[in-house]
C-alpha cells in the first residue's frame, strides 16, 4: 500500500509563488513517475507536470516556464515549485505516483487559491 500527502497550497495573490510538497510512504519500487494533476471547479482534472526516478520531466504547455517540478529520491518527495501565479491555476493540486507496473497512487490534494 502507498500514502502521498501534499502539503503546501494556500492563498497567494497574482504573481506569487508557493510550493507544494508530496510525501510518499509504503511499498515504493524504485522505478516510477511522480507528478502533479490539477482540477479546477467545473473542470477536468489536468497534467501539470511528471517527473521520472531518473530526472526526465514533463510539463503542460499552460505552466512551462513558471513551475518547476523536482524530487528527492532518497525522500520520495516530489515538489512543485509555482511562480508567477495567475488566477487560472486557481485549483486543487493532486500528487500522483505511478509504478512501471501501470499501478498508480493519488494524494488527497491541496487547495492552491490565486485571488487578489
Known amino acids: 500500500q502507498v500514502q502521498l500527502v501534499e502539503s503546501g497550497g494556500g492563498l497567494v495573490q497574482p504573481g506569487g509563488s508557493l510550493r507544494l510538497s508530496c510525501e510518499a510512504s509504503?511499498?515504493?519500487?524504485?522505478?516510477?513517475?511522480m507528478g502533479w494533476y490539477r482540477q479546477a471547479p467545473g473542470k477536468q482534472r489536468e497534467l501539470v507536470a511528471t517527473i521520472t526516478n531518473g530526472g526526465s520531466t514533463n510539463y503542460a504547455d499552460s505552466v512551462k516556464g513558471r513551475f518547476t517540478i523536482s524530487r528527492d529520491n532518497a525522500k520520495n518527495t516530489v515538489y512543485l515549485q509555482m511562480n508567477s501565479l495567475k488566477p487560472v491555476d486557481t485549483a486543487v493540486y493532486y500528487c500522483?505516483?505511478?509504478?512501471?507496473?501501470?499501478?498508480?497512487?493519488w494524494g488527497k490534494g491541496t487547495l492552491v487559491t490565486v485571488s487578489s
Open positions: 509504503g511499498s515504493i519500487f524504485s522505478i516510477n513517475i
Open positions: 500522483n505516483l505511478r509504478f512501471a507496473s501501470g499501478m498508480d497512487y
